[in-house]
């Protein structure tokens, strides 16, 4: 079925869950001790650790995303900090797709907590808009009591899924809304323009310098007015969604972009190889995607972030499509000794970085790499496809490198909230908004929005 059409519906048969506080929420099915306690899940409970998922218990209580764990223990003295983790999360994500096939047989997930189930193939069983109710309130229960009592979602029903998302952010604990025709001009009057998915500081700035200060304003104005303010195809999108168009440059199957970043705690930078070991996990995180996904990347770029503001990055051509992510690593490090030589400056890997982000871009199917008479890879490349499917079989840890062995492992599984496409590799994925080709430098810049 494709989820790519212009044609214009009205009828609300587009569902959004987006399950709420989810990791938290996981780790409170699982140990009642936890319920009803502000409970903030990240990747290392350290001073410095960051907050990447607290409860609805911890948001209550002033907790926010993102904030450092010795700044949200100030906030809330009896926070209760959790390691993440993520084969947990998983597991719940895999029951709760299950539970939503239930009801149709478009179901698209689009990230680790939120998934797009498709009504308009059953117009014939959901006639009414109280039939399409019944149906999300459905869900709801069958999540409770098929996954775990303890996890609650909001779900939003719209005649497309932007719109289906806006109603997840408008009920956004535990909530169900539904937009039609006769309600969305009353439902857009209420918002920013930042409060639709995809609009950014930057993008409402152009709308407002052209006199379109509201969603409101958004949805009537001319569509080629609205492109001219957002300088690109994006603007007639959003004219297009607001006004119940279909579905445009949503559903892909493919990665765009590939990136693996990681925050470093205090004591991780306190040692430089630490550091090089983290590069090195992030750099075979990429491997392991490009591996699942039968691919090669043309172009790798890189960016370290310091405590005292500054930033570096750089963008690395590929003479040839690379995969293995020893040879990444090799290349970030020469780049990073070239940028020292030439500035005559201190190590780039030192104690004052606070997060490393290695990404690839710019992919070729793996059948459509050609290697030169001297320099042909082939069979490292059928052997690291077979390393894979051992690992798959029988574990990750059964098969290592020799240089990621270490007496003290820095690296252990993490999850982020889009990171999906690995677990549904025979399903679309939705993404929401633009999905242009990024800049090293925007790519890393998305992670301050």
Avoid at 265 to 280: C, H, K, M, N, P
Wanted: hydrophobic fraction near 40%; aromatic fraction near 8%.
């Amino acid at each position: 079925m494709n989820f790519n059409r212009l044609t214009d519906n009205t009828d609300p048969r587009v569902l959004f869950i987006d399950m709420n506080s989810f990791f938290a929420s996981c780790e409170q099915q699982v140990n009642y001790y936890l319920r009803g306690r502000p409970v903030a899940v990240c990747v290392y409970t350290g001073p410095q650790g960051c907050v990447i998922a607290p409860s609805r218990e911890a948001k209550d209580r002033g907790v926010k995303l993102g904030v450092r764990l010795d700044e949200a223990i100030k906030t809330c003295p009896d926070l209760i900090p959790l390691e993440t983790n993520p084969a947990r999360y998983r597991e719940f994500h895999q029951k709760i797709i299950g539970v939503l096939k239930r009801f149709s047989d478009d179901v698209l997930p689009r990230s680790i907590d939120e998934a797009v189930v498709d009504l308009r193939r059953f117009r014939y069983v959901y006639k009414t808009d109280a039939d399409v109710l019944r149906v999300a309130r459905d869900i709801k229960q069958a999540i409770r009591d098929d996954v775990g009592d303890y996890l609650k979602c909001s779900i939003g029903i719209a005649p497309n899924v932007f719109l289906a998302k806006l109603g997840t952010e408008i009920g956004k604990r535990d909530g169900l809304v539904i937009i039609t025709p006769d309600t969305i001009d009353g439902v857009l009057a209420k918002l920013r323009l930042t409060d639709l998915p995809g609009i950014g500081r930057n993008m409402a700035i152009r709308l407002e310098n052209a006199g379109i200060r509201t969603p409101l304003e958004l949805r009537h104005a001319d569509p080629t007015h609205v492109r001219a303010a957002c300088q690109s195809i994006v603007g007639w999108h959003w004219h297009l969604r607001l006004n119940f168009g279909g579905e445009v440059d949503m559903a892909t199957t493919h990665y765009r972009s590939m990136q693996a970043m990681r925050s470093i705690s205090r004591e991780q930078r306190r040692s430089v190889g630490t550091l090089r070991d983290i590069l090195t996990a992030l750099c075979l995180t990429l491997e392991r995607r490009m591996v699942k996904q039968d691919v090669f990347a043309q172009l790798l770029w890189v960016n370290i972030r310091y405590d005292d503001g500054p930033r570096w990055g750089e963008e690395m051509k590929l003479n040839l499509p690379m995969q293995d992510g020893g040879r990444l690593r090799d290349l970030v490090l020469n780049r990073m000794e070239a940028f020292r030589r030439r500035h005559l400056c201190g190590p780039l890997l030192n104690g004052q970085v606070t997060q490393l982000c290695v990404g690839v871009t710019r992919f070729v199917p793996a059948e459509a790499v050609q290697y030169t008479l001297f320099e042909d890879y082939t069979r490292e490349d059928k052997l690291r496809k077979t390393v894979y499917t051992i690992k798959d079989r029988f574990g990750p840890d059964k098969l290592v490198r020799a240089y990621q062995l270490a007496d003290s492992p820095v690296w252990h599984d993490v999850i982020g909230f889009g990171n999906i496409k690995d677990l549904h590799p025979e399903e679309r994925v939705f993404g929401i908004g633009s999905q242009s080709e990024p800049s090293a430098m925007d790519a890393f810049d998305a992670m301050d929005e």
